[in-house]
Every structure is written in C-alpha cells, then in structure tokens.
C-alpha cells in the first residue's frame, strides 16, 4: 500500500517537473523570434521609438502584434517609417522596415510584412485548447527599451477564461468605450495571473513543453492610471487566443 502511494505521488509530479525542465529549452527557441514594434525617423532622436512587442509566424516575414500598438499616423514628410527592432549586443538595436497589411481593431491584433532575409517562426497552437488552471508562459520586452532590448519571459497561469467587455459597477462607469465594446460581438478572452507590462503587448503567450502559441498578451488589467503600471503593477494579464490570429493571417494581403 506504502509503495503503491509512493508511485502515485511520483507519477502526479512528473508532468509539472517536465514542463519546469522543458522551459529554459524552449525560451531559447522562443527569443530569436521575438522583436520590438517601433517606429523609426532619422533625424528624431532617439531616432527609434518603441511601441510594443511582436513576434514572426508563417514564413518567417510575417509579424503579429497588438493593434494598439501600431501608431495611427506616421510622419510621412520627414521619412518616419514602420518597422521592428531587433537587439544586439550590448545596448545596440537594429530596425527593419515593416508594412502594415491587415488590422483586426476587434481584436486588437495587426499583421505587419517585412522583406528581406526571413526570422526564425513561431509555431501556433492548431487549436484552442487550453484550461483554466494550466501552465503558459509570454515573452517580450516589459519596458521597452527602457532596460536595453533584453526579452524577458514571464510564467503565467490561465486563471480565468472571461468576456472581453469588463463589469461596470453603475451606469457612470458605461464610457463610449464600454458601450462600443457592449454592441460588438462577444468573444472570449484569457486571465492570466502572470504580471505584464505596457511593453509586452503584442507578446507571444505559450505553452512551456513545445513554445506553441495559444495567445497574444494584450493589455494589463491596471490599478489606477497608466503611469502606476511599472510601480504598482496588478498582476492581472490578459491574452487574445491564437484563433484570432490565424483569421487575421487569412486575410487578403
């Protein structure tokens, strides 16, 4: 009966014990495909201008980030360009230019295209499932290029699977925004207990054993203003699932 328990408890920690050793392994995989968003105008300085976090898939030139991300107007006279950042060594970036080919405001997901030589892709997840209660990971750049272009990776734990539209407590809290997204229609978006950062959005979340992409980090849930997100960050993360990036990748280019 004793050695009978000893092979079930043995047994129950297995999996959680391979996901832990799988990760180092699989954040390495992860890295080279993942840059920074940004905009860049050679006679501004700092010339480069960060704005988020993306990642490749498909061929290796396509690039998936936060719609939010995406600067609404660019400096056309003064050669102000869009692109992704890619780090070096030390604190050297370089940029490559980029072209927006499909937005998903709904979502709050965009497809950049790049040329050139192709980066190393992500593999997505072929469907959605995951469960409240597993273990996912994100990689990104948290502050930017505040800390020098360094990806971090955070462990996160889908704690709940919710409605994208948050509660309001009373009909002062329904702002255009909330009532906009109340119209639309509904789909479901992941809670993560992992803590993200403004930077991060646009993140590949994954899973630990294989690096398959199950969703795009997307916002954090902020205590207060938006300038509380580095000091006082909630812990809160949400996640758009993967489905919604293969829809946008259909897209007519």
Do not use: C, W
Request: glycine share 10%.
């Amino acid at each position: 009966m004793l050695l009978h328990s000893l092979v079930l408890a043995v047994a129950a920690t297995v999996p959680g014990a391979a996901r832990a050793q799988n990760l180092p392994r699989t954040v390495a995989q992860i890295k080279p495909s993942v840059v920074g968003v940004g905009t860049l105008l050679k006679t501004r300085q700092p010339a480069v201008v960060f704005v988020g976090t993306g990642f490749a898939v498909g061929d290796g030139l396509s690039i998936i980030t936060n719609a939010h991300a995406i600067p609404k107007q660019l400096d056309t006279a003064r050669k102000e360009e869009l692109g992704i950042v890619i780090g070096g060594e030390g604190a050297s970036v370089s940029f490559r230019p980029a072209r927006l080919v499909a937005l998903d405001a709904e979502h709050d997901l965009a497809h950049l295209r790049l040329s050139g030589a192709p980066l190393a892709p992500l593999a997505l997840a072929a469907d959605d499932s995951v469960a409240e209660g597993q273990e996912l990971a994100f990689t990104g750049y948290p502050l930017g290029m505040r800390l020098g272009l360094h990806a971090a990776t955070h462990r996160a734990l889908l704690a709940a699977i919710t409605p994208v539209v948050r509660p309001s407590l009373n009909s002062r809290q329904l702002d255009a925004r909330a009532i906009t997204q109340l119209q639309r229609s509904p789909f479901r978006i992941y809670q993560l207990d992992g803590t993200a950062y403004p930077g991060n959005s646009g993140s590949p979340l994954f899973r630990p054993d294989d690096g398959s992409v199950v969703g795009v980090i997307n916002m954090v849930f902020l205590k207060g203003l938006r300038e509380s997100a580095v000091s006082d960050p909630s812990g809160i993360t949400y996640a758009i699932p993967v489905r919604h990036v293969r829809e946008l990748l259909q897209r007519p280019q």
